[in-house]
């Protein structure tokens, strides 16, 4: 898990001292719920505090990077890239403008060899989401959606309750068995479990299948 640029949610609670409490409550909360799901994948979670490079993805099996605020320098997204065309996997996560911009995360200079770009903020405002059942969720699930940032390229698999129109997840496999999942919305990965009246969402079970799909 990359936590060295900028991420808006998720943090390494350990190193969290002196922060807003309710925060640090909440950190806490959502990595419980990732060891959780990492334990029953027979995976661990590890983070990288600093700039990212080639060492310190060679045992990487996933690279979850979720709404960074900061940008990747040219070795950073090259390492990435030189990951991803040696059967690496790569879960990513971008949200409106309100967390973080396209200008100072440059998440496209990482997705563009691979067929898949952020665009611009989606239209559909609307509430609660769903995915499709298909390769990465073998069932339809319900899942969290509030506004969020047209994706452009790969296989669409989740959708708001409104339309179809603009999908806010997608994933691509690679010809080297390199995998990329890609959200434009930040909910459903933050383990909620209700939202605006809803509490029968299933992010952990979307979590599970998505990181499964993903290691394997």
């Given amino acids: 898990m990359d936590i060295a640029h900028g991420q808006k949610f998720w943090n390494d609670p350990t190193s969290m001292i002196g922060q807003d409490e309710n925060w640090v409550k909440r950190v806490k909360y959502m990595t419980d719920q990732i060891l959780k799901t990492a334990s029953s994948l027979n995976a661990e979670l590890r983070y990288l505090k600093e700039k990212i490079n080639s060492k310190q993805l060679i045992d990487c099996d996933v690279l979850f990077i979720h709404i960074p605020s900061t940008r990747y320098d040219s070795s950073e997204v090259k390492a990435i890239t030189h990951y991803l065309n040696n059967g690496g996997s790569l879960f990513l996560v971008m949200d409106e403008d309100y967390w973080s911009t396209l200008e100072n995360a440059n998440v496209n200079d990482i997705l563009s060899p691979f067929g898949i770009q952020f665009g611009k903020l989606s239209p559909d405002s609307s509430l609660g989401g769903y995915t499709k059942a298909g390769l990465i969720t073998e069932k339809s699930l319900i899942i969290t959606y509030h ?14 309750n409104q339309s179809e129109e603009y999908p806010f997840g997608t994933f691509r496999k690679l010809k080297n068995e390199g995998k990329i999942i890609v959200m434009g919305d930040g909910m459903v990965s933050l383990y909620m479990t209700s939202w605006q009246g809803v509490n029968d969402y299933q992010c952990g079970e979307f979590m599970h299948d998505v990181l499964k799909w993903l290691l394997n």
């Fill in 147 to 160: 506004s969020g940032r047209i994706i452009r390229g790969g296989t669409p698999f989740c959708f708001s």
